[in-house]
């Protein structure tokens, strides 16, 4: 239908790039690439705002790389020019993005016959962008692709015009000033969308939290219930901020994976000045709930997230530092758990999650490595791991797999066992299960059929569900 409906094929088709031909804007791209190299531009970014938007737009996007084809572009407009370029009609880009990446979009989408951009200190948007068009190819001589209001102006000298938005009021307006043709409909940020960016699956592993309450047998009172089910969402809160942190310094990586790529950031699905806002939203609550839980709970709390935040910034890149450091944020939720109950935290209980969150920080690490393909030599992406380490991580987490045993079943001997169960040497047998769960979990993984995170992995396994099942009721005949 759309083909009948393009006549002339000497008029140009002129189509805007940001939010238009693709789904997301050059301009925040830079703006987090630039931050992913130093937190710091922040300052000169709002030096380089006072002296307009082009110039912090030329300033921003000439200090970084953004790859082109990894761009989320709208697969149908794109489609339709491919198609109209096949006929041989000009395709020109036209946009508000400096023209040095403009010409980059070009290159990787080979269609254009002529592109422009801003230059200088003139913002080709608006009336700008019009001015250039007329004088390259005459008032209602061209037909125009836009997004938004600053489009109308420009709608209103073409002569025919196409929009790319969900806004109704939009489309109205576009019709009242031009022919409009079509409108490409832009998939909305739905609650969905929200859930999924934040990622609220993972709060499930700030259950950690209540490992003190359980361990202790206090699990029943009320006060440090209360306590911790509010440094549960203090954690989920911060931990949400740092995955969105996260996925916008990594949105090149992430658009380069087969699965990541469809994350709400990568893929276009959230805006990233939403993603800014929300992630700044999280962490602000986070900090503001911890700070009613107490003193000391919040420095654990804004120490988790300047640890997070350092790991997605440069630590996960390192060998080894990055396991560790996972390891560290997992025993952090425990220690807040800890410090938020006021419960006194065992050398015991420190001394097992620490062996067992390592063993399953190699896990996470190994499966990666399981999924790159290639020769020998080739680096997991964004890592600085070999494919052929993967032998030695797997080695060296089983091992700290099975010291967490060994740290669990000297508890069991320990004095400190005595005065919170009646019968602890029916214990035991928890060693023999969590050697068996330990043993599983790195046979899945083995197998390349371990997703990204072992403990999410855990809580959807029959397998682990029975396991800790059968833990619980060792426990439950012991007290």
Known sequence: ?????????????????????INTDLLFEGFVLLLRKNPLYIFPCLLWLTKGKAYLKNKILGKVTIPAKLLPYNTELLEFLNEEHK??????????????NAIDVAKAQPIFGEVYGTTGDVNLKGKNKLNLLIEKFGKSNFDYIGDNRAD????????????????????????KVSDL???????????????????AYQWIKNILIFVPLITSHTISAVNPLMQAIGGFFAFSFVASAGYLINDLFDLNSDRAHPRKRFRPLASGRMSILTGIILAFVLLAGGITLASFLGIYFLAVLIFYF?????YSMFLKKIV?????????????????????????????LIAFSTFLFLSLAFVKRYSELMHVNGDAGLKSRGRDYLVTDISLLQ???????????????????????VLLYSRPKILWAISFLFLFWISHI????????????????????VTSYFIFLLIGLIVFISV
């Open 1 to 21: 239908m759309m083909q009948d409906q393009l006549t002339g094929r000497d008029c140009p088709l002129v189509v805007d790039l940001d939010g238009t031909l």
């Open 87 to 100: 006929k041989g009609r000009k395709i020109v880009l036209a946009t508000a993005s400096p023209i040095a």
């Open 152 to 175: 109308l102006v420009i709608f209103a000298s073409a002569r025919h015009s196409y929009l790319v938005s969900s806004s109704g009021s939009l489309a109205n307006s576009a019709k």
């Open 181 to 199: 043709k079509h409108t490409w409909k832009q998939k909305k940020t739905t609650p969905k969308v929200y859930i999924k960016s934040i990622r």
């Open 306 to 310: 300047i640890t997070s935040f350092s």
């Open 320 to 348: 080894l530092y990055d396991v560790f450091i996972l390891a560290l944020l997992y025993s952090t939720r425990v220690i807040g758990g800890g410090v938020v109950t006021d419960i006194p935290l065992s050398f015991w």
């Open 395 to 417: 080695v060296m987490g089983i091992a700290s797999g099975f010291l967490s045993i060994i740290v669990f079943s000297l508890y069991i001997n320990s004095p400190e066992v």
């Open 442 to 461: 790195w046979l899945i993984t083995t197998r390349g059929k371990m997703t990204d995170d072992p403990i999410i992995f855990a809580l959807k396994d």
